[in-house]
């Protein structure tokens, strides 16, 4: 382990070793999420990127003790958290951490809200849960929450329901829900996806504005480099259940080492590339249940050896800080053409 | 909101004038199918009878007028003389009828809650386990097995076999034990099973796994962001069982010989006292646009969404 | 400002034949039985359902007592209310002197209508009519079939007998008969008359849906039931039956119309709807551009895509079709003796119970059949739904 990692380390306020997450499902059992090792320190904006099905959401959700079982399971690992190993917590313990020391907001706004609740309620019951605060202290509390994600005037829309607001201002009340309580931590699980493309940049922002001042951590869960590019200060890239690539955003973008984050950064469509043709990763996702003996992105990769399909890689450390699973010499890739320039 | 559901009262009072005067005509028009009138030709009926019968629905007059007039007179409360209980009126009867009927109707519709929604929300809770499948099995049992053959069981079981109630009758809640749960079981069963499904349905929703990340305790969960919406299809099935209970009363009536309005419509509709049958069916018809006037107007004020009127 | 990707031709038809080949799937149908034929509950269902209209379809082949013979005598000929046995009997029929088998009773008919001179009206009852009330032709010859079969001999009373000394197993088949015919002839009026209704207010919509679709508000918010036990008390009048009996309308066949004429609005509303959403498919335009007519488009194009959802919602309306039939029976106001349905014998059963005695063999063997066939129908009924519409599927 080196120099850097182990400061990392003193400030880590999250740390995710060897988590593994299994799902059982009609057609056999997948695994989600495979030897999956990151830590988060106190204030920084960590990006998990990654395609549907990369694991990315099962992990947060198996961290939070939030993973839906039967179906699915955590099979080891740890998430220290605050001294705490959140997955060996017993439920009552993980209440009283969910909320108030970690965060979350969901994908989806149209769905996340209680329609049969007022906006108002859902959000005083945060603080009247974790502070055992009066049913007046916490009506102002979250009419002050309300006031600073821009839901003015707050004291006239407390008591609507969430059918009477737009996605873009319940998607606002989630972040609000998140950060009521000042939490260390903060996941925000594709925050934007299922918002208008105006309104997403206006959401990243307050989440990160919020954090910021907050001094909040936030682990931010996108499929969308555009977000990790402006708003990230490291980035953890993720492919069927593994992490291939950790890296810092300006050494991920400059210099990308993983075929497959070279493969997601050329499908970025370029405005101004001269030639333009959307480019797509060639190939089919993985098959979960039935994942090929090496490196699942083997069968899709230009650059293959023939030790790919025999042997899983491990994160190695590179050059400047970036951690790569993978087999093939970067030197070697980087002779090559970078796809997006043809 | 409050004046909107006036309006939406007030619509609703309009529409089941309409459908009691639906029920009215076609109920009048069918008893004018008995050839010479329903007064006629019954022999059972003593000469004193029909000519006060004959008075009282004016049979004199041509078949308009006698329409008009029966209809102010039934619009005013008055159902007029039983037809082959003398010196008795429709309304004296089903008076003390509807006193039976309505204690043992209120019985069974609070048992069939309070049975049907603990019983579904556990299960719902212990998805999957033995708890759960036995609920199920009950439950689809109780769906099945009619409420007629389930009394006649109970009757075997419970007054012969471990003699704790008795047969029938009417005057002890003793009595009205056995009725009432045989009346409730089938809805019972059925609210049960539209919880369990209400409550899998709500329990897999995204605000449940934003209420649990937000690090609310499992009761509060259950108790104030499930249950709600989980009662909507039960609420909304609320009127269908009232329309059941009132159906299989008339049955149950019979078999623990309760005198309810049940028992005197039957026994009315065996014995063609028209009158009574008439003035039976109209009640019940009353009856039941309340009931739906009630739950739609809880419908309303469960769900936020629903907008009045729609 | 971006292209399509291009397919390389010359490589690509070879390749995605043999991947349509290979990703032919199984068709909807054959899919939807795999999935029945997994589902046990659904399967076991269906077979006892077969078996039960089987038993139903042939109960005058079945070596069984006379359903409403009664044995009032003293002594052997004394039959009221015995216990299910073991011990088998035969059939017999009260003659001039004392009981006689039923094949000497008939051999004693047939002589008598050879011996009566041609033309000479035969005052004598023909021997099936006073053990069986009203066989069909095809009855007939199936009676004759089992005597052909069984001689004289018949099953023991395996369910007991009632309080007129009745076979109740015996009752139990031909009642099943009736209450099975019920369900599914009343069944078939509300499927027609639904399907159709739902389909042309669907098909046309606007202003003819509109005001279809209120009369069907209208009429279910009237509680059917009791205005049908009003009609029935109307219809029980001896001059008004006596004026249908005329024209040739039994009762029955009125309780079918009328369970039928209540029963077809759940139907009509779940086809409009269906309709609705398949009206302007593409195969429906390509039909009209076609120059197919709104009856051909109606029967050929949308009523075939409707099977599925009919038959799940027609399954799941027998159940209380049949159950409302015996509800009617029981009071006394649906199928009338000498005519048996489950709903009389249930009836039957708590009449004999007193303060005394309780014969359980009279509620237990009619609750029994009656309990089962609408537990079977409403697992076929899940069973189906789950099958043909998985989406429809509940938790």
């Given at each position: ?342 | ?16 004038c309409?459908t009691l005067w639906l029920v009215f005509t076609a109920t009048f028009f069918l008893m004018r199918l008995v050839p010479g009138g329903p007064f006629q030709l019954d022999r059972n009926v003593s000469p004193e009878i029909r000519r006060n019968l004959i008075a009282r629905f004016r049979m004199d007059l041509p078949l308009p007028q006698q329409y008009w007039e029966h209809l102010f007179r039934t619009a005013r409360g008055d159902l007029g003389p039983s037809f082959t209980i003398a010196d008795y009126s429709v309304n004296e009867i089903l008076g003390q009828g509807f006193v039976v009927s309505s204690?043992l109707g ?62 029938g009758g009417w ?75 009132l159906t299989g009363s008339l049955v149950l009536e019979k078999v623990f010989a309760l005198p309810g309005m049940g028992s005197h419509f039957v026994d009315a509709a065996l014995q063609r006292d028209f009158t009574l049958a008439m003035g039976a069916v109209l009640v019940y018809t009353l009856l039941l646009s ?21 | ?221 009237i509680p059917f039931i009791f205005v049908v036990i009003f009609a029935i008390t109307v219809l029980g009048k001896e001059e008004i039956r006596a004026e249908l009996q005329?024209?040739?309308i039994?009762r029955?066949?009125i309780f079918?119309?009328l369970?039928?004429?209540i ?64 509800f009617l029976s029981f009071l006394g106001l649906g199928v009338e003796p ?5 709903g009389?014998?249930?009836n039957?059963?708590?009449q ?44």
């Amino acid at each position: 382990m080196t120099v850097e990692r182990n400061n990392l380390k003193q400030n880590t306020i999250l740390q995710v070793a060897d988590l593994q997450v299994e799902f059982r499902t009609q057609y056999g059992v997948l695994t989600a999420v495979n030897d999956v090792t990151f830590q988060v320190s106190a204030g920084e904006t960590l990006a998990i990127v990654g395609e549907s099905g990369s694991g990315k959401s099962a992990t947060q959700l198996a961290i939070l003790g939030l993973l839906p079982t039967p179906p699915g399971r955590v099979v080891r690992g740890r998430a220290m958290f605050g001294g705490e190993d959140l997955l060996t917590l017993s439920e009552r313990r993980l209440q009283d951490i969910r909320g108030r020391q970690i965060g979350m907001v969901f994908q989806d706004p149209m769905t996340a809200l209680n329609p049969f609740l007022t906006i108002g309620t859902q959000l005083a019951e945060m603080p009247r849960r974790h502070f055992g605060s009066s049913s007046h202290d916490s009506r102002e509390q979250a009419l002050a929450m309300l006031e600073r994600v821009g839901i003015v005037p707050a004291v006239k829309r407390f008591d609507d329901y969430p059918h009477q607001f737009s996605g873009g201002m319940r998607q606002r009340v989630l972040v609000a829900m998140a950060l009521i309580c000042r939490p260390q931590l903060v996941i925000a699980d594709e925050p934007t996806t299922a918002l208008d493309v105006s309104i997403q940049a206006q959401i990243l922002d307050l989440i990160q504005e919020l954090a910021v001042r907050e001094g909040t951590a936030v682990v931010m869960i996108t499929h969308n480099l555009g977000v990790v590019a402006s708003r990230c200060q490291r980035v953890v890239v993720m492919y069927a259940g593994r992490i291939v690539e950790m890296a810092s955003v300006q050494e991920l973008f400059s210099n990308p080492r993983h075929p497959y984050t070279r493969a997601l950064l050329a499908s970025i469509p370029r405005v101004d590339a001269v030639k333009s043709r959307l480019v797509a990763i060639e190939g089919q996702p993985p098959d979960l249940v039935s994942l090929p003996p090496g490196c699942a992105f083997a069968p899709r990769c230009t650059h293959r050896i023939a030790r790919c399909s025999e042997e899983v890689p491990q994160l190695n450390l590179s050059e400047g800080g970036t951690e790569v699973a993978c087999w093939v010499d970067p030197g070697t890739i980087d002779s090559e053409n970078v796809r997006h320039e043809t | 909101m409050l004046r909107t559901l006036t309006w939406f009262v007030v619509q609703r009072v309009l529409w089941s004038c309409a459908t009691l005067w639906l029920v009215f005509t076609a109920t009048f028009f069918l008893m004018r199918l008995v050839p010479g009138g329903p007064f006629q030709l019954d022999r059972n009926v003593s000469p004193e009878i029909r000519r006060n019968l004959i008075a009282r629905f004016r049979m004199d007059l041509p078949l308009p007028q006698q329409y008009w007039e029966h209809l102010f007179r039934t619009a005013r409360g008055d159902l007029g003389p039983s037809f082959t209980i003398a010196d008795y009126s429709v309304n004296e009867i089903l008076g003390q009828g509807f006193v039976v009927s309505s204690a043992l109707g209120v019985f069974a519709l609070l048992g069939a809650l309070g049975l049907g929604v603990p019983a579904g929300v556990l299960s719902a809770a212990y998805r999957g386990r033995s708890v759960d499948r036995w609920v199920m099995l009950l439950a689809t049992l109780g769906i099945a097995v009619p409420n007629f053959v389930l009394a006649s069981l109970c009757i075997l079981v419970f007054v012969f076999v471990v003699p704790v109630f008795p047969a029938g009758g009417w005057g002890t809640w003793r009595q009205l034990v056995l009725p009432s749960a045989c009346l409730a079981a089938p809805f019972a069963a059925y609210i049960a099973r539209l919880t369990r499904t209400g409550m899998l349905e709500v329990l897999g929703q995204d605000y449940i796994r934003l209420a649990r990340a937000k690090g609310l305790r499992s009761s509060a969960i259950l108790v104030r962001h499930a249950l709600r919406g989980a009662m909507l299809p039960v609420v909304s099935y609320l009127g269908p069982t009232t329309a059941g209970i009132l159906t299989g009363s008339l049955v149950l009536e019979k078999v623990f010989a309760l005198p309810g309005m049940g028992s005197h419509f039957v026994d009315a509709a065996l014995q063609r006292d028209f009158t009574l049958a008439m003035g039976a069916v109209l009640v019940y018809t009353l009856l039941l646009s309340v009931m739906m006037l009630i739950v739609d107007i809880s419908y309303v004020l469960l769900d936020p969404r629903v907008k009045i009127g729609e | 400002m971006w292209e399509l990707p291009r397919i390389d031709e010359t490589k690509s038809y070879g390749h995605m034949l043999a991947e349509a080949r290979a990703m032919r799937g199984t068709s909807l149908s054959r899919d939807a039985w795999t999935r029945l034929r997994r589902n046990r509950a659904a399967w076991i269902s269906a077979m006892f359902l077969l078996c039960l209209s089987v038993l139903a379809v042939l109960t005058p082949l079945l070596p069984l007592d006379s359903p409403q013979r009664q044995y009032l005598g003293s002594g052997a000929a004394n039959r009221q209310l015995l216990p299910p046995s073991w011990k088998g009997g035969r059939i017999e029929i009260d003659g001039p002197g004392g009981t006689i088998p039923l094949s000497v009773a008939l051999r004693r008919y047939d002589e008598l209508l050879r011996h009566s001179t041609v033309g000479a009206k035969v005052e004598v009852m023909h021997p099936f009519l006073r053990l069986w009330h009203d066989l069909r032709p095809v009855d007939y010859v199936l009676v004759r079939c089992r005597l052909r079969c069984f001689g004289d001999w018949c099953l023991p009373s395996w369910c007991g007998t009632d309080q007129l000394g009745r076979d109740v197993l015996s009752r139990l088949l031909w009642g099943t008969r009736v209450s099975l015919s019920v369900g599914a002839i009343a069944g078939c009026v509300s499927l027609v008359i639904g399907v159709f209704y739902g389909a042309i207010a669907g098909y046309f919509g606007g202003f003819v849906d509109a005001m279809m679709m209120r009369f069907v508000d209208v009429l279910s918010s009237i509680p059917f039931i009791f205005v049908v036990i009003f009609a029935i008390t109307v219809l029980g009048k001896e001059e008004i039956r006596a004026e249908l009996q005329r024209h040739g309308i039994e009762r029955i066949a009125i309780f079918y119309l009328l369970i039928g004429a209540i029963y077809w609005l759940t139907m009509a509303r779940v086809v409009r709807g269906q309709v609705i959403s398949l009206r302007n498919e593409p195969f429906v335009e390509a039909a009209r551009v076609l120059g197919a007519g709104h009856v051909r488009i109606i029967l050929f194009h949308l009523l075939p895509n409707l099977i599925s959802i009919v038959i799940v919602y027609l399954t799941l309306m027998i159940p209380s079709i049949i159950l409302f039939e015996a509800f009617l029976s029981f009071l006394g106001l649906g199928v009338e003796p000498p005519n048996v349905s489950w709903g009389i014998l249930a009836n039957d059963g708590i009449q004999a119970i007193t303060p005394l005695r309780s014969y359980w063999w009279l509620v237990f063997f009619p609750g029994l059949t009656l309990s089962m066939t609408l537990l079977a129908l409403n697992f076929l009924g899940d069973g189906l739904r789950d099958a043909l519409d998985p989406r429809l599927r509940q938790h």
